[in-house]
C-alpha cells in the first residue's frame, strides 16, 4: 500500500454548534486555511499547517477541535460547510480499518518552529498577523464563557432598560445605544470585552439563530455606576457588504427592542483586547463606525477613575472615523470630554465639499506623537471597527514607526508579544 493512503493527519475542525461566526479565526489565519459561508466556519485540511494562531483568538473555544482521520479521507471543505454538529471522532479500530499499518503517533500535531510574524517580504502585507492574542500584563481578569455552549448555563436573560439612537436620523446609518440590565444574576465584564446575542426564531434552514457578537460600550461597573447592567452600541444592517438590501438578522432585532423585553445574552468574550491598568500607561484607540464601542468603554472607565482622583495620568488618544459627522456615534457626548483628557482626532471621508479623509490620513498627521507613544512599552493600541480599515491602519502605524528610524519588525513582535496592538475589524 502507497504512503500516501495510509497517512494518518490531525484534521483541525471547528465545532458548529459553538462557533459564533465572529470570523476572528480567518481573519487571523496567516495561510488562508479558513474560510465559511452563511452556515458554517471551516477549516481546509490542504492548507492549514497547524501553527495554532487562530485557538487563543477564538472566542468560544469552538476552534480547538481535532480529529485523527486518514488523510485522503479527510472531510472535505463542502462537508463541512453542511454539518450541524461536529462528527464523532473514529475509534482506533475505525481508524486502522480506514489506513491499515498507519503510525498514529504521527498524527500529533507539530508546532512550527517560525513565530507567526516571520514571513517574506514578498507575502502580500497581512495585518491580521500583528494582532496581540494576550492581553496587557496589567489588565484585569476577564471572566469569559460564563454562558453559552461551553458552559453549563446556555444563556442568561438580559432586560432592555435603555434603547436610544447615537447617530442623527439618517437611512444609511441608523446606530443604537441598547442598555441591557442582568438583574440580580452576576455578569461580570471588562472594557473590550463582548457579548453574544442569540435573536429569537430560526435562519431558513429552520436552525436557531447563531448568536450575533457585540462590544460592551460601557465601563465595568456598569453603564450606570454600580448597576448591573452594559450597553452596546449596535448598527443597524440594511445593506450586505456588496451594498445589497438586506435585513440583518441580530442588529434589526437589537434595533427594535423596546424597554422592558428580554433578551437572550451568551458570553462574555475576549481576554486579550482588555486595557492596560497600571499607573501612566497610554491608550490609543483608532476606530470607525461601532468600533468606538469598546473605546467608549475605556474612556468612560478613566473618566470615572479621574472623577474619583485615582487616575495616575497616562495619556488618551483616539482617532475617529465615520462618513459624516451625523453618522458618528455620540458625537455629541464625545465633544464634552475635556482636552486635557483625552486627545481627540475625528476624520470624516463623505462631508460635501471636503476632501475625504481616514483615520489613516489623522494618524500620519500626528506621526511625532504616536511614534513617541509606539516607542514607550506603556503605551497600548487599539484598533476596532471595520474590516477593511485594519490593514491601512496597520500600515500607517509602520510608516510611523519607520519614518521615526524605529525597527518596525522588532517592533511589532513587541507590540504583539507585550499585548501592546489589538485588532478586532468585523
Ligand atoms: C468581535 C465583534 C464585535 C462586534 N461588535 C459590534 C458592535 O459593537 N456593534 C455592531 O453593530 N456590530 C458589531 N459586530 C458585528 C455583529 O456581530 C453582526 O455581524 C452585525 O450586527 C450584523 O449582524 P446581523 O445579524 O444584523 O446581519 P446578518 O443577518 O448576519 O447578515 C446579513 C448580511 O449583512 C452582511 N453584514 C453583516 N454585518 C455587516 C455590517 N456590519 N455591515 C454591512 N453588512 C454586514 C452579512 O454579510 C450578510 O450578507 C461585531 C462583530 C464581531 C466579530
Ligand atoms: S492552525 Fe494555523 S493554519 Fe490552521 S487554521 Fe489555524 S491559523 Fe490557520
Ligand atoms: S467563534 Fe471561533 S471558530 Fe467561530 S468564527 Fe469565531 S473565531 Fe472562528
Given at each position: 500500500?502507497?504512503?500516501?493512503e495510509?497517512?494518518v493527519?490531525?484534521?483541525h475542525?471547528?465545532?458548529?454548534?459553538?462557533?459564533i461566526?465572529?470570523n476572528?479565526?480567518?481573519a487571523?489565519c496567516?495561510?488562508?486555511?479558513?474560510?465559511?459561508?452563511?452556515r458554517?466556519?471551516?477549516?481546509?485540511?490542504?492548507?492549514?499547517?497547524?501553527c495554532?494562531?487562530c485557538?487563543a483568538?477564538?472566542?468560544?473555544?469552538s476552534?480547538?477541535n481535532?480529529?485523527?482521520?486518514?488523510?485522503?479521507?479527510?472531510?472535505?471543505?463542502?462537508?463541512?460547510?453542511?454539518?450541524d454538529t461536529?462528527?464523532?471522532?473514529l475509534s482506533?479500530?475505525q481508524?486502522?480499518?480506514?489506513?491499515?499499518g498507519a503510525d498514529?503517533?504521527?498524527a500529533?500535531p507539530?508546532l512550527?518552529?517560525?513565530?507567526?510574524?516571520?514571513g517574506?517580504a514578498?507575502?502580500?502585507?497581512?495585518?491580521?498577523?500583528?494582532g496581540a492574542?494576550?492581553?496587557?500584563?496589567?489588565a484585569?481578569?476577564?471572566y469569559t464563557n460564563?454562558?453559552g455552549?461551553k458552559?453549563a448555563?446556555?444563556?442568561?436573560?438580559?432586560t432592555?432598560?435603555g434603547n436610544?439612537?447615537?447617530t442623527?436620523?439618517?437611512r444609511e446609518?441608523?446606530t443604537?445605544?441598547?442598555?441591557?440590565?442582568?438583574?440580580?444574576?452576576?455578569?461580570?465584564?471588562l472594557?473590550?470585552?463582548?457579548?453574544?446575542i442569540?435573536?429569537?426564531g430560526?435562519?431558513?434552514g429552520?436552525r436557531p439563530h447563531?448568536a450575533?457578537?457585540y462590544?460592551i460600550a460601557?465601563?465595568?461597573n456598569?453603564?450606570?455606576p454600580?448597576?448591573?447592567?452594559?450597553s452596546?452600541?449596535i448598527?443597524?444592517?440594511?445593506?450586505?457588504?456588496?451594498?445589497?438590501p438586506?435585513?440583518?438578522?441580530?442588529?434589526?432585532y437589537?434595533?427594535?427592542?423596546?424597554?422592558?423585553?428580554?433578551?437572550?445574552?451568551?458570553?462574555p468574550f475576549?481576554?486579550?483586547?482588555l486595557?492596560p491598568?497600571?499607573?501612566?500607561s497610554?491608550?490609543?484607540?483608532?476606530?470607525?463606525g461601532?468600533?468606538?464601542?469598546p473605546?467608549?468603554a475605556?474612556?468612560?472607565?478613566?473618566?470615572r477613575?479621574?472623577?474619583a482622583?485615582?487616575?495616575?495620568g497616562?495619556?488618551l488618544?483616539?482617532?475617529?472615523g465615520?462618513?459624516?459627522?451625523e453618522e458618528?456615534?455620540y458625537?455629541g457626548?464625545?465633544?464634552?470630554l475635556?482636552?486635557?483628557?483625552?486627545?481627540?482626532?475625528?476624520?470624516?471621508?463623505?462631508?460635501?465639499?471636503q476632501?475625504k479623509?481616514y483615520?489613516?490620513?489623522l494618524m500620519?498627521?500626528?506621526?511625532?506623537d504616536?511614534?513617541a507613544l509606539l516607542a514607550?512599552?506603556?503605551t497600548?493600541?487599539?484598533?476596532c471597527?471595520?474590516?477593511?480599515?485594519?490593514?491601512?491602519?496597520?500600515l500607517?502605524l509602520?510608516?510611523?514607526a519607520?519614518?521615526?528610524?524605529l525597527?518596525?519588525?522588532?517592533?511589532?513582535?513587541g507590540?504583539?508579544?507585550?499585548?501592546?496592538?489589538?485588532?478586532?475589524t468585523y
Amino acid at each position: 500500500m502507497d504512503m500516501a493512503e495510509i497517512q494518518v493527519i490531525k484534521q483541525h475542525l471547528i465545532d458548529p454548534e459553538i462557533c459564533i461566526r465572529c470570523n476572528t479565526c480567518e481573519a487571523t489565519c496567516p495561510v488562508g486555511a479558513i474560510t465559511h459561508d452563511s452556515r458554517n466556519y471551516v477549516v481546509d485540511a490542504d492548507k492549514c499547517n497547524l501553527c495554532m494562531a487562530c485557538i487563543a483568538p477564538c472566542p468560544t473555544g469552538s476552534i480547538d477541535n481535532w480529529r485523527d482521520m486518514p488523510k485522503l479521507r479527510a472531510y472535505s471543505i463542502e462537508e463541512q460547510l453542511t454539518w450541524d454538529t461536529l462528527p464523532e471522532a473514529l475509534s482506533p479500530e475505525q481508524l486502522a480499518d480506514l489506513a491499515p499499518g498507519a503510525d498514529l503517533q504521527t498524527a500529533a500535531p507539530e508546532l512550527p518552529a517560525a513565530s507567526p510574524l516571520s514571513g517574506t517580504a514578498e507575502e502580500a502585507f497581512n495585518s491580521a498577523r500583528y494582532g496581540a492574542t494576550v492581553p496587557p500584563w496589567s489588565a484585569a481578569h476577564a471572566y469569559t464563557n460564563l454562558y453559552g455552549a461551553k458552559s453549563a448555563q446556555k444563556t442568561i436573560t438580559a432586560t432592555v432598560t435603555g434603547n436610544v439612537r447615537v447617530t442623527e436620523v439618517g437611512r444609511e446609518y441608523d446606530t443604537h445605544h441598547i442598555v441591557l440590565d442582568f438583574g440580580t444574576t452576576p455578569f461580570p465584564v471588562l472594557e473590550g470585552q463582548s457579548i453574544g446575542i442569540v435573536p429569537p426564531g430560526t435562519d431558513a434552514g429552520g436552525r436557531p439563530h447563531h448568536a450575533r457578537q457585540y462590544s460592551i460600550a460601557s465601563a465595568r461597573n456598569g453603564e450606570r455606576p454600580g448597576y448591573n447592567n452594559l450597553s452596546l452600541t449596535i448598527k443597524r444592517v440594511l445593506q450586505d457588504h456588496d451594498g445589497n438590501p438586506v435585513r440583518g438578522v441580530g442588529s434589526n432585532y437589537m434595533c427594535d427592542l423596546k424597554v422592558g423585553d428580554k433578551v437572550e445574552v451568551i458570553g462574555p468574550f475576549g481576554a486579550s483586547f482588555l486595557m492596560p491598568n497600571h499607573p501612566r500607561s497610554n491608550i490609543v484607540m483608532i476606530c470607525t463606525g461601532t468600533g468606538s464601542a469598546p473605546m467608549r468603554a475605556m474612556t468612560e472607565w478613566r473618566r470615572r477613575l479621574r472623577k474619583a482622583g485615582k487616575f495616575d495620568g497616562g495619556k488618551l488618544m483616539l482617532f475617529f472615523g465615520a462618513r459624516s459627522k451625523e453618522e458618528l456615534p455620540y458625537f455629541g457626548p464625545l465633544q464634552n470630554l475635556p482636552k486635557d483628557f483625552i486627545d481627540i482626532n475625528l476624520a470624516f471621508s463623505r462631508t460635501p465639499g471636503q476632501p475625504k479623509r481616514y483615520v489613516q490620513d489623522l494618524m500620519r498627521e500626528r506621526a511625532a506623537d504616536l511614534a513617541a507613544l509606539l516607542a514607550s512599552p506603556d503605551t497600548y493600541f487599539y484598533v476596532c471597527g471595520l474590516k477593511s480599515m485594519e490593514e491601512g491602519v496597520v500600515l500607517a502605524l509602520r510608516e510611523v514607526a519607520q519614518q521615526a528610524g524605529l525597527h518596525w519588525e522588532a517592533l511589532a513582535e513587541g507590540l504583539k508579544r507585550d499585548g501592546r496592538l489589538h485588532l478586532e475589524t468585523y
